[in-house]
């Protein structure tokens, strides 16, 4: 027999083994450093005053302020008394004193203080600038000038008034006679009236800025002098200051509002051929034609009366209007005296 031949064993292949996946180790974040907030105690505000005040006196005097008020709210961050209290510190100083220059000068100790740290004053800025307002009035009312007296000036004022009202008067009975067509034709009647009522009620604007004036119901671009009866503005971008931004109004009248509205698409103010002015003076003499005084006469009228009843806010809004600081008021416009 023959012999079976052995058959090799087929060899079976190593299973390969499986490497499992070895995660990858997510990245730890850094954790961001949280800065330490200092805490400015009276210590280290006297410190800071001194690295800026250089004068001994002055830095005397607002660190002697600033301990008061330390002292008075006892919160022992001065950085967050600041923030915290600023108008309770006015209102604290206010009544510690009578005199508005002291007053005056202890709010601008503390002032000084929220200039270094950084931090918002908006009501100490307006507190000190009602104060330096009441210190020029006062210095003023001890000058000894050669005035004319207010009852000249009410006589003037009244003599405007009455003007006024009887434009008022003549434009109703026109619009009622003709149907509208007193303010729809834009009169020089009805722009007469609506110039004055400007004047005597917010104060009196140059004639350069409203001798191209227009009347619109929306917003102009920034190089054009206009009132928006709609947001109840006028908006004067072109004056003798303008370096210093427009000039803005509000107009809160109703009834000149209500006539401005007849107005809209045109000019404020025209000639009797409806025409632009060439000039400020050219208007400047239809102006004194019609009421026997120029506008500077009742820009003078208008000034000392605001400045006799010493109405601060009131005055702010002159020196807004008529683009005067009260020195230059005070100078050349406050002729009439009590």
Same mark, same amino acid.
């Given at each position: 027999?023959? &012999?079976? *031949?052995?058959?090799?064993?087929? *060899?079976?292949?190593?299973?390969?083994?499986? %490497?499992?996946?070895?995660?990858?180790?997510?990245?730890?974040?850094?954790?961001?450093?949280?800065?330490?907030?200092?805490?400015?105690?009276?210590?280290?505000?006297?410190?800071?005053?001194?690295?800026?005040? *250089?004068?001994?006196?002055?830095?005397? =005097?607002?660190?002697?302020?600033?301990?008061?008020?330390?002292?008075?709210?006892?919160?022992?961050?001065?950085?967050?008394?600041?923030?915290?209290?600023?108008?309770?510190?006015?209102?604290?100083?206010? =009544?510690?004193?009578?005199?508005? =220059?002291?007053?005056?000068?202890?709010?601008?100790?503390?002032?000084?203080?929220?200039?270094?740290?950084?931090?918002?004053?908006?009501?100490?800025?307006?507190?000190?600038?009602?104060?330096?307002?009441?210190?020029?009035?006062?210095?003023?009312?001890?000058?000894?000038?050669?005035?004319?007296?207010?009852?000249?000036?009410? &006589?003037?004022?009244?003599?405007?008034?009455?003007?006024?009202?009887?434009?008022?008067?003549?434009?109703?009975?026109?619009?009622?006679?003709?149907?509208?067509?007193?303010?729809?034709?834009?009169?020089?009647?009805?722009?007469?009236?609506?110039?004055?009522?400007?004047?005597?009620?917010?104060?009196?604007?140059?004639?350069?800025?409203?001798?191209?004036?227009?009347?619109?119901?929306?917003?102009?671009?920034?190089?054009?002098?206009?009132?928006?009866?709609?947001?109840?503005?006028?908006? %004067?971008?072109?004056?003798?200051?303008?370096?210093?931004?427009?000039?803005?109004?509000?107009?809160?009248?109703?009834?000149?509002?209500?006539?401005?509205?007849?107005?809209?698409?045109?000019?404020?103010?025209?000639?009797?051929?409806?025409?632009?002015?060439?000039?400020?003076?050219?208007?400047?003499?239809?102006?004194?034609?019609?009421?026997?005084?120029?506008?500077?006469?009742?820009?003078?009228?208008?000034?000392?009366?605001?400045?006799?009843?010493?109405?601060?806010?009131?005055?702010?809004?002159?020196?807004?209007?008529?683009?005067?600081?009260?020195?230059?008021?005070?100078?050349?416009?406050?002729?009439?005296?009590?």
């Amino acid at each position: 027999m023959e &012999e079976i *031949p052995v058959i090799e064993e087929i *060899p079976v292949e190593e299973e390969i083994p499986v %490497i499992e996946e070895i995660p990858i180790m997510e990245e730890i974040p850094v954790m961001e450093e949280i800065p330490v907030i200092e805490t400015i105690t009276l210590g280290k505000m006297k410190e800071i005053l001194k690295q800026h005040i *250089p004068k001994q006196n002055t830095l005397d =005097s607002y660190v002697r302020t600033i301990q008061q008020v330390h002292n008075h709210f006892k919160i022992e961050d001065m950085s967050e008394l600041f923030k915290t209290k600023e108008q309770d510190i006015i209102s604290y100083i206010e =009544s510690q004193y009578s005199n508005n =220059s002291t007053i005056k000068s202890k709010l601008c100790s503390v002032y000084k203080g929220y200039k270094i740290l950084n931090i918002n004053g908006d009501l100490f800025k307006q507190r000190i600038d009602f104060y330096s307002t009441k210190q020029t009035l006062n210095q003023e009312e001890t000058k000894e000038e050669n005035k004319k007296t207010i009852d000249e000036g009410n &006589e003037i004022l009244s003599h405007f008034q009455n003007h006024l009202e009887e434009l008022g008067k003549s434009i109703q009975k026109d619009t009622i006679e003709n149907d509208n067509a007193m303010l729809n034709n834009w009169d020089v009647k009805v722009q007469l009236y609506c110039v004055l009522k400007i004047y005597l009620t917010y104060g009196v604007l140059r004639a350069s800025e409203l001798i191209e004036c227009k009347i619109c119901d929306c917003d102009c671009d920034d190089t054009t002098n206009y009132i928006n009866v709609n947001t109840k503005r006028i908006v %004067i971008n072109n004056h003798k200051n303008d370096r210093n931004g427009k000039k803005v109004i509000d107009i809160d009248d109703k009834k000149l509002l209500g006539i401005l509205r007849k107005g809209v698409g045109k000019y404020l103010i025209t000639n009797q051929n409806g025409e632009l002015y060439q000039s400020s003076s050219a208007f400047s003499k239809v102006f004194m034609r019609y009421f026997q005084y120029n506008v500077y006469d009742l820009r003078k009228v208008i000034s000392s009366k605001c400045i006799q009843n010493g109405d601060v806010e009131e005055i702010k809004k002159l020196e807004h209007t008529q683009g005067h600081n009260l020195i230059t008021i005070l100078d050349f416009y406050n002729v009439y005296k009590k």
